[in-house]
């Protein structure tokens, strides 16, 4: 089905002019520099290509497969190939390199013969014939080019464009492209049709942590992996039409800049409808990954796309042509040479709205003014990672995660697991973390169909459970303790206690209370309204708890809950009240003395 509806896409691409997706025997690469030649094949001059200092994307002949022989590309390689130039000062290198610059000059002459219709073709043929190492030698750019050792096109002097953008010039090569030689037909395992078959696949590029010259999803390299003697690629038949069809697809939207893809942890994820150039996917793009770095959005700008599709969700006001439009999702991991599926999701465009608004739903956290209250994804699996880099998230985490948001899924265990693990050692509750706690706890709650009322965005004075108050409980203490002894004390209640508080609260709290006490007395005297308002709220936080004691072992959902509760609480402390909503309630003592 994967694999189909790559095809399928591409299929769509290709009748697409806007869509400038490589069509049958070509593909788009980067070029640095390229060789310009005279119109009688003599050496003119090394060409700069880069346009702010990034490559320019040419269309060329499609890539051969390397491997430990010798193969090279239809008019495009790197020097080594092009000039016969060694790697190594070795007998063998420049036995290699030469056998190399062979292949280069055949490989021309196979597919265009003496080239008499096309007098690009006779130049090239005409250089590489002539010791081209021996004309490039003396160009200023030459020592660059040798050293960084990448791809060089060729170009006729007077005219606009690689040899390879001519329109004769492909309609030759993607004939020859055609040609399977002595490849084996068998029915294809994604069109249905007999062809022959790929011995083997496209590489894929832009996928993190795989091999930055590409890989593939569908290989056979040892006898252990394949069956009934078959051989390469003829153990998952799948036609060289097809096979170019989906990888280069892959290719197209894992490009750099691709607004088709985004990164969730390890997965390098992309997405597509049934129609190309479809606006739903920048929306998706938006959804999921926010705006780009570069991007000078207000924060306001940058919600309204989540609360319009909450509202259309919750209103039922979403577009009808969208319940019949399919939405496909797609997440590619490394893993050793071979790219890893992650996940593979498809559903209509509306399906998948109602569950990226349930996530968001889920994910709501209050936090500062200047921040969103739906943490993106990419920041929420950072919560979850050493140093908060993206490179230390637990493998395969973004995946699950991601998983469960198409699907409506409770979120993976590992995904509450980690937070909490982070948040022990950094003695943190962030709004990422407290968000992946609460979204955690409320979908497990749905999942079981219980009773227990679910955790909301911001302080809940009306949540009683044990977790959620001890959390509460400890940000009224520590502010207790910063109010009293000043904001530059050397370390909070929450530096040194807030891990065993959360975890063993019956081997904590005591103490704490009688610290607390001390605290309270100082406070009074320096500050009594404040004081009093605090006591009033631990009183309020106290009524509701059982009276057999502090719980000996706070269990991983009710650490959660205890960092919930701790958050809100803190949060709702830095929350600028209204008018007529009290913040510090006056105490006895004060209203005897009025």
């Known amino acids: 089905m994967m694999l189909q509806a790559l095809y399928q896409y591409y299929q769509r691409l290709l009748d697409d002019p806007q869509s400038r997706i490589a069509p049958p025997g070509f593909q788009h690469v980067g070029f640095t520099h390229a060789i310009v030649l005279k119109k009688d094949g003599r050496f003119s001059h090394f060409l700069t290509l880069t346009q702010d200092k990034d490559p320019k994307i040419l269309l060329v002949p499609q890539a051969v497969k390397k491997t430990s022989g010798i193969s090279s590309n239809l008019l495009w390689e790197n020097p080594y190939y092009i000039f016969g130039i060694p790697k190594k000062d070795t007998g063998k290198d420049r036995e290699r390199a030469i056998k190399q610059q062979d292949a280069y000059l055949d490989r021309i002459k196979d597919v265009f013969g003496k080239a008499e219709s096309f007098p690009e073709i006779q130049a090239v043929i005409k250089f590489l014939g002539s010791d081209p190492l021996l004309q490039v030698e003396q160009d200023p750019l030459w020592p660059e080019i040798l050293e960084a050792g990448r791809n060089l096109c060729f170009m006729l002097e007077g005219q606009e464009g690689a040899i390879t953008d001519q329109k004769p010039i492909q309609k030759v090569i993607a004939q020859s492209a055609k040609s399977s030689g002595d490849a084996v037909e068998a029915q294809c395992l994604i069109t249905g049709e007999f062809a022959p078959v790929a011995e083997l696949h496209p590489s894929i590029a832009g996928v993190w942590g795989a091999q930055t010259s590409g890989a593939n999803i569908v290989s056979f390299n040892m006898d252990a992996v394949t069956s009934y003697g078959l ?73 309204e796309p989540i609360r319009k599709l909450l509202s259309a969700v919750q209103s039922g006001h979403l577009p009808e042509a969208d319940d019949k439009k399919f939405f496909y999702v797609l997440g590619l991991g490394p893993n050793a040479a071979r790219i890893a599926i992650r996940f593979w999701h498809h559903g209509t465009v509306n399906e998948i709205r109602k569950k990226l608004a349930e996530h968001f739903q889920d994910i709501e956290m209050t936090g500062p003014p200047y921040r969103s209250p739906h943490p993106r994804l990419y920041f929420l699996l950072n919560a979850t990672a050493l140093q908060g880099k993206a490179a230390n998230v637990m493998p395969n985490l973004g995946g699950e995660v991601f998983r469960a948001i198409l699907g409506g899924q409770p979120y993976p265990r590992a995904f509450m697991q980690q937070a909490l693990l982070r948040t022990r050692a950094e003695q943190e509750v962030t709004q990422e973390r407290a968000a992946i706690f609460k979204a955690s706890i409320n979908r497990n709650i749905r999942q079981g169909n219980t009773q227990e009322k679910e955790l909301t965005m911001s302080l809940d004075p009306e949540n009683t459970n044990q977790a959620y108050l001890l959390g509460r409980l ?65 009183n309020k936080i106290m009524e509701p708890m059982p009276s057999n004691g502090y719980p000996t072992y706070l269990a991983p959902e009710d650490q959660s809950r205890f960092a919930v509760g701790y958050y809100h609480q803190r949060q709702d402390f830095f929350t600028k009240k209204s008018d007529n909503e009290e913040t510090e309630p006056v105490t006895e003592e004060e209203q005897t003395h009025e």
């Open 231 to 303: 051989d390469k690629g003829a153990n998952a038949p799948i036609s060289e039409e097809a096979a170019f069809a989906y990888t280069t697809v892959l290719n197209h939207m894992l490009r750099k800049g691709s607004s088709q893809r985004i990164q969730v942890g390890d997965a390098s994820t992309v997405f597509w409808t049934d129609e190309p150039n479809d606006p739903v996917v920048d929306e998706f793009a938006f959804l999921l990954s926010g705006p780009p770095k570069e991007s000078k959005l207000s924060l306001e700008q940058e919600m």
């Open 474 to 538: 400890f940000a009224v203490m520590e502010k207790t303790q910063i109010e009293t002894l000043g904001k530059d004390i050397n370390a909070t209640l929450r530096d040194k206690f807030y891990a065993s508080a959360s975890s063993r609260p019956c081997g904590v709290f005591p103490s704490l209370h009688r610290s607390n006490a001390q605290h309270m007395r100082k406070l009074y005297r320096d500050h009594a309204k404040t004081a009093g308002y605090l006591e009033y709220l631990i």
